[in-house]
Each structure stands twice: as structure tokens, then as C-alpha cells.
């Protein structure tokens, strides 16, 4: 059995004010068996680590360096985010890969630099409209995923977390059916089997894209869908409680 996984991706959202009622609700109203992540500006990770010490509550950033340390001005290292308790990172998000220009091949980079540093990676894969419309849609998240399998060794390759994120589905209120989404997240496992069948069964491969309370519990009622990935959702606590809880 995996457990389930929900993640909270804040984006760039937050301030010291709001960050510590939101926590201080997540905490206090926290009920399930789900695991439970928030994946915060770097500014605030000392503030969760703070906040969610001593809690079931695991935290985490949205990006790390795909160098280990030196003359890189304004990035952050997997070794800093260690030091602040992070046990997550989301790479290859599809914000990053848009307005960034990330490549496969440094999202690979990142997973690797975060690997090594301890940290568990949380790996974005997802088309846009045009490569779904275009039939693409399978052939995009397989050298997506495939570019970063390829740089990882066994024990990397078990502790690493899938996120199948549809990308018209981002912030857009729509969402892929719990059928779409199954499919994708059916076909991720299956690469993941090519290289460890043990690990395949294992691995949680989660879902983003609007997911709301609304819509969370039949998208994780499919067999290969193990958790979530939320956005706008993970900002309001009832609503991320409810997602959580409906995991
Ligand atoms: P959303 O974002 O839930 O607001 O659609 C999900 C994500 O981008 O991780």
C-alpha cells in the first residue's frame, strides 16, 4: 500500500502574517493518514521549520540549483535547503519549464544535486493543450520522465515522487477527468516498471492541476493516483484540509 501524498505548492504566494495562520491551521486541523507537505517561497523555510517541527507536517521548496555550490548568484543549493529541515523539492514544474526555459536535461541536473543532498525530488512531467490536441500527449511526459530516470541510480530512483501535471489544467479550473489522469499516471508507472518493478509499486506518482476538494477524492480513488499536487487550493487551509482529508 503507498500512502498518500499531498503537497502544497504556494508559488509565490505569502507573508510572515499569512504564512503563520495558515500553518498554525494546517497543524491544529490536520486528521487522516495522508502525508502532508507544504512547498514554500525560500524566504519561509525557516518559518515552517519553525511552525512544523514536532508536526506531521513536511515541508519543502519549489526549485533548487542544479549546481552544488559557488559562483551562481541568486540560486539555492539542495545542501541549504537540507539545512533547513526541506524534505521535498518540486523540479520541473511547469512554470519553471515556461518561464524559465528549463530544460530536461537541467531538471534531470536538479533532481540528481537534490538527490544527493538527501532531499525527496518531486518531478513535474505534463503537456500543454496543443501537445494533447496534437496526440502528443504520451511522447512529451515519457521524455520527460525518461530524461531524468536515465541519470538516476537504483536507490535515487526509489526515492524520488512523480507529479503528472496536465498543463492546461494549472490554475485554469480545469481539471483532466480521474479516467485522463489514471491513464497518464498508468503509463509513468509502467516506465518506472522497465527499470524496477519493485520500485514501480512503491513509487507515488501524484496528480496537479485544480484539484479542489470538490474533485480530490475520485481523482485519488484511481488505482495509480496517489496523492495531490495544489495550488490556489493549498493556500486556503479548510480547503487543503479537505483535500488531505479526502486522500
Ligand atoms: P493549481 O496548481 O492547483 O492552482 O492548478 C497546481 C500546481 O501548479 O502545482
Redesign the pocket.
Known sequence: MRRKLVVG?W?MNGSLTANASLLSGLVSGITGSAELVVCVPFPYLAQCQVALSGSTIAWGAQDVSEHFSGAYTGEVAASMLHDFGCRYV?LG???RRTFHVETDEQVARKVQCASQAGLLPIV?VGETLLEREAGATEAVVVRQVETVLNVLGQDELANIVL?Y?PVW?????RTATPAMAQEVHALLRDRVSLRDKGVAEQIRIVY?????PENAKELMAMPDIDGG??????LKTTDFLAIAQAA
Request: aromatic share 0%.
Open positions: 505548492n508559488k518540486i514544474h511547469s512554470e513535474c507529479a501535471e489544467a494549472i490554475g485554469t479550473g496537479g492541476g485544480s484539484m479542489k499536487l495544489i495550488g490556489g487550493a493549498s
